[in-house]
C-alpha cells in the first residue's frame, strides 16, 4: 500500500477544484502529448519523479534514477482520475518491465505516482483492471509520489514545439503501433484524436 506521509500534496500547487494525477509511461514527449487531447485536462508538465537526489535534469536523470513523468492538472468535473488511469493504461505497454517501446531502462518504466490513498485504491483498481484484459502480469508500480521535478523548458509541450521531430521519434519507436496490438479497440481509449 502506499505511504500516503511521503507523498507530496501536489494539489497545493494546481488551482482551486482541480485534480493532479502523476504517470510515468517511457518518453513524456508521448505522454504529455497523449493528454493534452483529453477533455478535462487543463495543463501537463514533463518532468522526474523518484531519483536519490534533488533537481535532476535530462543529464542526471537515469543515474539518479528517476522515471520521465508527467504531472497533468485536470478539472474533475469534466474528467474524473479513474478515466485518466483507464486512459494512461490504454496508451502504454504495462507488462514491460524493461521500459516502453524503443526507451529501455528503469526512467521509461511505467508507475502511477498516488497523491492519496484514494488515488492508490483506483490506481491498483485499474491496474487489476488491466492484468484481466490482457489476461498477463502487469509490471506498472502503483507507488507514493515522492517530488515531482519538471524538465527542461525544451521539453515541455514538444510535440507542438517540434511537430516533425516529435512524429518521427514517436513513429520511430513504434510506440502507436504496440499499443495497438497489446490492446486491440481499447488501445488509447479515453485519449482525443492524436
Known amino acids: ?29 508521448c505522454v504529455e502529448s497523449d493528454f493534452d487531447h483529453v477533455e478535462g485536462v487543463r495543463e501537463t508538465v514533463s518532468g522526474y519523479i523518484g531519483g536519490k537526489s534533488d533537481n535532476p535534469t535530462y543529464k542526471t536523470h537515469t543515474a539518479n534514477g528517476d522515471r520521465e513523468a508527467v504531472r497533468i492538472v485536470y478539472d474533475p468535473s469534466v474528467v474524473s482520475y479513474d478515466a485518466l488511469l483507464r486512459a494512461f493504461f490504454r496508451t502504454v505497454d504495462p507488462t514491460d518491465d524493461g521500459g516502453q517501446f524503443c526507451d529501455r531502462g528503469h526512467s521509461y518504466t511505467t508507475a502511477v505516482y498516488a497523491l492519496n490513498e484514494a488515488q492508490a485504491a483506483l490506481a491498483e483498481a485499474a491496474k487489476a483492471d488491466a492484468a484481466k484484459v490482457l489476461d498477463q502480469p502487469i509490471a506498472t508500480e502503483v507507488v507514493s509520489a515522492p517530488t515531482f521535478w519538471p524538465a527542461e523548458e525544451y521539453h515541455q509541450d514538444f510535440h507542438a514545439k517540434n511537430p516533425i521531430r516529435y512524429r518521427y521519434y514517436r513513429n520511430g519507436c513504434g510506440r502507436d503501433k504496440q499499443v495497438e496490438a497489446l490492446w486491440g479497440d481499447q488501445a488509447r481509449d479515453g485519449i482525443g484524436k492524436k
Open 1 to 29: 500500500m502506499v505511504n500516503v506521509a511521503k507523498a507530496q500534496d501536489e494539489t497545493t500547487a494546481a488551482e482551486a477544484n482541480t485534480g493532479v494525477a502523476i504517470f510515468a509511461g517511457g518518453c513524456f514527449w
